[in-house]
């Protein structure tokens, strides 16, 4: 009974955890300009965090170590140093979005200007990644992370016209943008999707939690229906956007706008669930992304990590996510707008994605590491098919983004 | 690791800041020359009085909270300051162009006052009605989108 409520908790902190910043507001942006011209890149992002996600877990479960631990052992510290600083810069900056999130949700709750809100969501995540314990941490923000189902809620309420929404998921190219503009956008959504520090982060909690080879069914169920769940939540923001938004004209540029279908769809009450979601949804994505830059770092340097250890007897793993929380907190302290660092986080993330990805396919198939639970031929073409579709997002993402102007 | 792939290595990770230096700043360039650039600023300005029509239209009709629909409103006006920026930074080469960027800019600034007022009629200072706020947003609206329709129109005639 227990290991059932066991499962059924851990997909739904799966559910409520999986949105964060990116993803508000890539596909608000996304469903504001495109419809739903673009929704088909969801399922194919959510299919391959699944494969990859399942696969880190399964190689924390199985060698009792997590990614980088063995990503500097399988390639080498030169190698590994390459993959260490993509990684690491990728996160930073996924952080600084995170951290920039909470403090426009927090001015959605409390009309404070975002900048006051900066060092108290800093200092907030700081205090929980010191004080409180791993399973609490996530399993708090991640079931207050569901209150995003209001995005799912306020589709109904907004009675759409389910057969003319269904016709708008074809994915054409809208005559009004340029090429260059839907791809760029489509790279977004997928790097959104397959944002790198989920994996660190699944991997290292997954050591944190003590995982063991009889924890994988439980692991398999998170990923395979809690991430699916958490992708239709996403899809819910676009199709919100594209039913209120688009049709008015609307851009989304901000966090604000993002809620406004809601607040038309289900009122204030409504509204005040979607904000309250969003403040959980940055906060847990904050924590996951401060978390991850002490994982990688300590990982790869083999310095005592965890937050099963004391802090005094982790003080690098803490000291890197302190130095890595001020460093946001500075990018953001010379007034970039946070949505715009939530853009770039998104499309830099798709650069960086075969530097994560590619060593974990590796690993996984590694006898030495794996023994006999090494991934089988279909993980392996799936894991292959992704490799591809992650290098083809990687090398085109910067054109993209050049040719588009951002997407502009 | 050898020279070459040092090399290599440098040139990426210096490409990659470059383009991080460059997205971060919004220092990409722009595509569709003097008349693309106005219609996009043109069109990002009529978001702008959308979005404040919206939250205008949601507060009066108690569907969200002043908090929230503050917010929308002064990130309309913050939006728009940022279009009114780049307008300024557009230089124009011919007369057409020169033209196109005066409607252009008449037309944005139109809009400030409008959401100035919304922003008054929302913070429930005298003085503003809503249907007055709503009425502004909704002439400067108008004003945007004629502008942009016939910058669209003569940009073609004249390609």
């Known amino acids: 009974m227990s290991k059932l409520l066991g499962i059924f908790l851990g997909i739904l902190t799966a559910i409520g955890g999986f949105v964060d910043i990116g993803d508000l507001v890539t596909n608000a942006v996304v469903g504001s300009r495109f419809g739903l011209a673009l929704a088909w890149v969801l399922p194919v992002g959510v299919v391959g965090i699944i494969v990859f996600a399942q696969m880190s877990g399964r190689v924390a479960a199985v060698s009792g170590r997590a990614t980088f631990e063995i990503i500097r052992e399988r390639l080498g510290p030169r190698l590994g140093l390459a993959n260490l600083g993509a990684s690491f810069l990728i996160n930073l900056l996924t952080l600084t979005a995170e951290v920039g999130g909470i403090a426009l949700a927090l001015q959605l709750a409390s009309g404070i200007q975002p900048l006051l809100w900066m060092p108290v969501a800093a200092v907030a995540v700081w205090i929980v990644l010191w004080r409180v314990k791993f399973s609490i941490m996530e399993n708090v923000v991640g079931l207050l992370g569901l209150c995003l189902v209001a995005f799912a809620v306020a589709v109904f309420l907004l009675h759409p016209d389910w057969s003319a929404l269904a016709q708008k998921a074809v994915p054409l190219m809208p005559s009004s943008e340029h090429p260059s503009t839907y791809w760029y956008y489509a790279v977004a959504l997928f790097g959104a999707a397959m944002t790198p520090y989920e994996v660190f982060f699944f991997s290292s909690g997954a050591r944190e939690e003590g995982w063991t080879k009889s924890d994988l069914a439980e692991s398999r169920a998170n990923v395979l229906i809690g991430f699916p769940l958490g992708g239709l939540l996403s899809l819910s923001i676009a199709v919100c956007a594209t039913l209120v938004l688009l049709p008015r004209g609307i851009q989304v540029e901000s966090l604000s706008q993002v809620a406004m279908p809601v607040a038309q769809a289900g009122g204030t009450l409504l509204l005040i669930i979607v904000i309250l979601g969003m403040v959980a949804a940055t906060f847990g994505a904050a924590l996951e992304t401060a978390l991850s830059s002490g994982y990688t770092l300590a990982q790869y340097f083999g310095w005592p990590w965890g937050k099963f250890r004391r802090p005094s007897q982790a003080s690098r793993f803490h000291l890197v996510m302190i130095v890595s929380l001020l460093i946001g907190l500075g990018i953001l302290a010379t007034g970039v707008d946070p949505v715009q660092v939530t853009e770039a986080s998104v499309v830099f993330s798709a650069l960086a994605l075969p530097l994560t990805y590619l060593p974990i396919l590796i690993v996984a198939n590694d006898p030495q590491y794996m023994g006999d639970a090494v991934n089988g031929k279909g993980t392996n073409a799936l894991g292959l098919v992704y490799l591809v579709l992650i290098l083809a997002a990687s090398i085109a993402a910067i054109p993209l983004m050049i040719v588009s102007g951002m997407g502009a | ?159």
């Not at chain 2, 919206?54 to 939006?79: F, N, Y």
């Not at chain 2, 922003?119 to 503003?128: F, T």
């Open chain 2, 1 to 159: 690791m050898t020279t070459r792939r040092r090399t290599a290595a440098s040139c990426i990770s210096g490409c990659l800041a470059a383009a991080l230096a460059a997205a971060l700043t919004g220092c990409v360039p722009d595509s569709g020359g003097v008349p693309g650039r106005l219609e996009r600023g043109l069109s990002s300005a009529d978001s702008s009085a959308q979005t404040a029509l919206l939250a205008v239209r949601q507060l009066s009709e108690g569907k969200t909270t002043p908090q929230h629909a503050h917010t929308a409103i002064d990130d309309a006006l913050t939006k728009l300051g940022e279009q009114q920026t780049e307008l300024a930074s557009i230089e124009p080469r011919t007369a057409d162009e020169r033209r196109w960027r005066r409607s252009a800019d008449d037309a944005i600034s139109s809009l400030d006052p409008a959401l100035k007022d919304a922003r008054s009629a929302a913070n429930g200072e005298a003085g503003i009605r809503w249907s007055q706020a709503r009425r502004e947003l909704r002439d400067a609206s108008d004003t945007i989108t004629h502008t942009k329709r016939e910058i669209i129109a003569q940009a073609g005639e004249a390609e």
